[in-house]
């Protein structure tokens, strides 16, 4: 079946810090795949996503490129704030198909 | 926009009793609403799909005689935990799809808190 992998947490790094949180997926095809992110007492906010191979989503400084050949979609950012400091999943949904299958979450703090 | 709330968003309550949560889009309608399921350090699980007037597509292991949905309108969803027991203390958060976006992103609720003695 599908599933998603992401590193295990918790992050904690340093204002200004080069951030990455892996991602991997198992799955038939080619699902789309996302990053959500959670912030204190929020829901579920979209972050970016990605719909085929070698889609680069970008959205708020963070990225993350949809690679195929090793079924990889890592989130980045190049340099982090405090105010990035929240709860990410990655998450895969097919074409057609409302199902989200998601990671297990990584907390992320930023300390100034 | 695309707005989605839960209430409550934390309960406790005796083993044996029964838990109402809701699930409400605020600012749009909702063709599709979803149950999930988060345990500690776990991913969400989903639970269910309901769709407005009809009843709700349970996934594979989930006891819908336990997990009573109702979807009344198209801006609420309700999950009711029926007889709740320790084990099924835990956060439950919705989402919804709104019927005006193509891409069928899906907005999700705070998420309420479950805990059952």
């Known amino acids: 079946g599908n599933s998603v992998t992401q590193m295990e947490g918790p992050v904690t790094l340093s204002e200004e810090a080069f951030l990455t949180i892996n991602c991997t997926y198992t799955a038939t095809g080619y699902p789309s795949l996302f990053w959500y992110v959670q912030y204190p007492g929020e829901g579920l906010q979209l972050l970016l996503k990605a719909t085929k191979a070698d889609d680069k989503g970008s959205n708020k400084g963070f990225e993350a490129t949809y690679r195929k050949e090793t079924t990889s979609f890592h989130l980045e950012k190049g340099s982090v704030q405090v105010s990035d400091s929240a709860v990410y999943f990655c998450?895969?949904?097919?074409?057609?198909?409302?199902?989200?299958?998601f990671g297990t979450g990584t907390r992320l703090t930023i300390i100034p | 926009g695309a707005v989605v709330s839960q209430h409550p968003s934390w309960v406790i309550c005796k083993s044996g009793t029964s838990v109402k949560i809701e699930c409400r889009s605020l600012?749009?309608?909702?063709?599709?609403m979803f149950w999930y399921r988060q345990f500690p350090k776990q991913s969400l699980m989903l639970m269910a799909t309901?769709?407005?007037?009809?009843?709700?597509?349970?996934e594979q292991g989930v006891e819908k005689d336990k997990f009573l949905i109702n979807h009344a309108s198209l801006t609420l969803s309700t999950l009711t935990v029926t007889s709740a027991h320790p084990e099924d203390s835990s956060f439950y958060i919705c989402?919804?799809?709104?019927?005006?976006?193509?891409?069928?992103?899906?907005?999700f609720g705070p998420g309420t808190r479950l805990t059952v003695l």
């Open positions: 998450a895969l949904r097919y074409f057609g198909n409302e199902k989200l299958t």
């Open positions: 600012d749009f309608q909702a063709t599709t």
């Open positions: 989402s919804a799809n709104s019927r005006d976006r193509v891409n069928n992103e899906q907005f």
């Open positions: 309901s769709n407005e007037g009809s009843k709700a597509t349970y």
